[in-house]
Structures are given as C-alpha cells and as structure tokens.
T-cell receptor, first 112, second 115 residues
Framework: GDSVTQMEGPVTLSEEAFLTINCTYT??????LFWYVQYPGEGLQLLLK?????DKGSNKGFEATYRKETTSFHLEKGSVQVSDSAVYFC???????????FGAGTRLFVKA | NAGVTQTPKFQVLKTGQSMTLQCAQD?????MSWYRQDPGMGLRLIHY???????DQGEVPNGYNVSRSTTEDFPLRLLSAAPSQTSVYFC??????????????FGPGTRLTVL
C-alpha cells in the first residue's frame, strides 16, 4: 500500500540556519503531495502542496519539489526562525483523493 | 465561519465505557474524516465520508463507528473503550476529494485517555 517515510527528529537548529527535512513516498499512480505543520496544542495546517513531477510548492519561505524519479518531496527553508518550531508532516493523497497517508512527523526546535 | 469544531477537548474514560466524539463543519464540505495521532506514528485515518449517508473505513477502523446523517456533522463513536484507544483525535474536512485544489481543514483535536 501507499506509504510515507520522513526523517526522524527532533531536529534542533539555531536561528537563521538552513533546514532540510527528508520525505520519500511509495504510491501507485500519481499522488498529490503535501507538507503540513502542527504548532503546539493545535491541529494541522497545510503548509505547501504539489500535484505532479517537478512541481515546486512554496509558502512562508518553505519549499519542496515533487521528484518522481526519486519519489521524494523534501522540505527546505533557507533561514529558520524561532517561530518555525513545530512538528512537520509529509503526506500524500491517493489518486482518488479519498485517503491521505501521513508520515510520522518531524519535530523541529529552533534556538535563538 | 467557525471552520471545523470538535468537542470535547479532553476526555478521560474507563475501559469498557462508550462515548461519542463530536465534529462539525460550517463550510458545506462534502468530505469529512477522522484521524488518530499517536507518538511516532503520524496521523492514521480511521473513517471517512464523501457525503451524507456515505462512509468508509480507513487504515485503523476497528473499535470505532461513524455515521453521516447531515453534511455538517460527522460523529465518531467508541463502543467499548480500550487503553489502546488513548490518543489525540482529529477531524478534518474538505470540499470534496483531498487534492491540491481542495485543501483539507483540521479541527483542534480531542485528547482522549482510557484508563
């Protein structure tokens, strides 16, 4: 079945450091890919998304590129802030759009 | 718009008790779903619905029942609570299928502890 694997955390960075959170997937067909963010005590919020190979999703300085050849959707940000501290989830939606599969989540701590 | 609302925010049950987690949305979304979030496992789909009167199972449906009598509401029922159901439960909705053009909106969650 479909699955999503993302790097284990926690990831601890200093402010203004470069961030990469790796995500790879297994799926049949052409899934849609997402990154969600969860701040403490809250539900998930959509961060960015991509629908087809070589699409780049971006939002709030975060970027991820849909790489079909490597089945990856790595999250990057050039300069993190303390306010980026949260849990980040990689996810895919199957071709019908009825089921979303989430990765285990990666907790990010950013120190001032 | 209130978006997706969930009640209660916290609940403690004893093993064998039953309860219903409430979920409502005011965005006229056809698609609604329930997830559970456990440490190190991300979110796992319990049940979902593509419209009033239509429900289907997700990855981890055992021990849970759902029904969808209206577009707005999608309650999750625990028939006989077990400690393994201790988790944080999230309800979500989207206009129709979850695609890049149909964002999924999440409620604030219900933290359930089963003793």
């Amino acid at each position: 079945g479909d699955s999503v694997t993302q790097m284990e955390g926690p990831v601890t960075l200093s402010e203004e450091a470069f961030l990469t959170i790796n995500c790879t997937y297994t799926a049949t067909g052409y899934p849609s890919l997402f990154w969600y963010v969860q701040y403490p005590g809250e539900g998930l919020q959509l961060l960015l998304k991509a629908t087809k190979a070589d699409d780049k999703g971006s939002n709030k300085g975060f970027e991820a590129t849909y790489r079909k050849e490597t089945t990856s959707f790595h999250l990057e940000k050039g300069s993190v802030q303390v306010s980026d501290s949260a849990v980040y989830f990689c996810a895919l939606s199957d071709q019908r759009g009825f089921k979303t599969i989430f990765g285990a989540g990666t907790r990010l701590f950013v120190k001032a | 718009n209130a978006g997706v609302t969930q009640t209660p925010k916290f609940q403690v049950l004893k093993t064998g008790q039953s309860m219903t987690l409430q979920c409502a949305q005011d965005m006229n979304h056809e698609y609604m779903s329930w997830y559970r979030q456990d440490p190190g496992m991300g979110l796992r789909l319990i049940h979902y619905s593509v419209g009033a009167g239509i429900t289907d199972q997700g990855e981890v449906p055992n021990g849970y029942n759902v029904s969808r009598s209206t577009t707005e509401d999608f309650p999750l029922r625990l028939l006989s609570a077990a400690p393994s159901q201790t988790s944080v439960y999230f309800c979500a909705s989207s206009y129709f299928r979850v695609t890049v053009d149909n964002e999924q909106f999440f409620g604030p969650g219900t933290r359930l502890t089963v003793l």
